[in-house]
């Protein structure tokens, strides 16, 4: 529902006032769910984009994804899609991101985005939602979102935040909150491993998902189900950009339960794109020998 024209770039290093000149921008389509299905099709998958956007920003991002060859549609909306600013301060390898709110949709948007998405349903295997909403969509829309995919029998997929996580409450097949996504949804600080555990079981026991997918950065993943955990150790590679591994580890995991994959194989496969995702530099995602190669390390008799 928010998606972002990214650009990303480097410069010596980030100071108030003085011009920082800077190398040359790359620019992707991006935000959470375009990252999604730019992934899937990287991986040799079939996803199609639904999504609003207005203005020469999201002219822009809709001719980027066209020319990545991810199918698509894209609803016309009055206000200008919004720009996300990555830059890449070079003396010290950190790296700064600014994140616009995006446009304000009108409540006629929203329900062509919802119109729209219910005709493109049928004869999907998955449905996958990620990102923050815009201003303007009240934060339960995704509920009306979850509500379409069941009433199709399409698995919903979540990856959300704040209110927007808080009030979908009914409908999700998965969820896949960082830890920190977890915390604010349950309102507690969940320290341990045991209280992760516990929160996200809990969400399952409110019937709130299936299953709930926790990462945790760093230090890799929780799958939780209704009767069992499994804790996934990171996957050790060099890091050059974090930005979209949480929406490739997304991809990963739903292209591999399309492909027949068991949820703890499927999650392995999440991780390695996260991972590879990590490799590439700004707002590149990953690359679909990095995943293979680093799934195949982790599961030797793995297939993708
Ligand atoms: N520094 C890291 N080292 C190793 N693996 C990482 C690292 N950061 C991310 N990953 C991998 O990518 C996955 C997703 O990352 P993360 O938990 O940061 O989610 P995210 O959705 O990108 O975060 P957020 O939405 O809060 O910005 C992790 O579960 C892990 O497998
Ligand atoms: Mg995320």
Redesign the pocket.
């Known amino acids: 529902m928010n998606p972002a024209l990214d650009i990303a770039t480097s410069t010596e290093v980030v100071i108030p006032t003085e011009k920082m000149r800077c190398g040359s921008p790359r620019y992707d389509p991006g935000g959470g769910g375009i990252n999604v299905a730019r992934v899937v099709k990287t991986l040799g998958g079939a996803a199609f984009a639904v999504f609003p956007a207005g203005g020469p920003s999201g002219q822009s991002l809709e001719g980027l994804l066209a020319r990545q060859g991810v199918p698509h549609i894209r609803i016309p909306v009055e206000g200008v899609t919004r720009e996300s600013f990555t830059v890449d301060e070079q003396r010290s390898g950190q790296q700064y991101r600014f994140v616009l709110p995006g446009p304000s949709l009108i409540e006629t948007e929203q329900r062509t985005c919802l119109e729209n998405l219910a005709g493109y349903l049928a004869g999907a295997r998955f449905l996958v939602a990620s990102g923050s909403l815009p201003p303007g969509v009240r934060a339960d829309f995704f509920q009306d979102v979850a509500d379409l995919a069941a009433g199709q029998g399409v698995r919903f997929i979540l990856?959300t935040?704040g209110e927007a996580l808080r009030l979908t409450r009914r409908g999700v097949y998965l969820l896949?909150p960082?830890?920190?996504?977890l915390r604010e949804c349950v309102g507690r600080e969940l320290s341990s491993e045991a209280e992760q555990i516990q929160a996200a079981r809990d969400l399952i026991t409110e019937k709130r998902a299936e299953v709930v997918v926790v990462?945790?950065?760093?230090k890799?993943?929780l799958l939780v189900t209704e009767r069992r955990y499994e804790r996934?150790a990171?996957?050790?590679?060099p890091?050059r950009s974090?930005v979209?591994?949480?929406?490739s580890?997304v991809a990963a995991i739903a292209l591999g339960l399309v492909r027949g994959m068991e949820l703890q194989q499927a999650v392995r496969f999440g991780?390695a794109a996260?991972?590879a995702?990590?490799m590439t530099p700004g707002t590149e995602l990953c690359r679909r020998d990095d995943v293979e190669k680093l799934y195949l390390e982790q599961s030797p008799n793995g297939n993708t």
């Open positions: 990856d935040s896949k960082s830890v920190r996504e990462s945790l950065g760093a890799g993943a996934f990171p996957i050790e590679v890091i974090a979209g591994a949480g929406d580890m991780m996260g991972a995702t990590l």
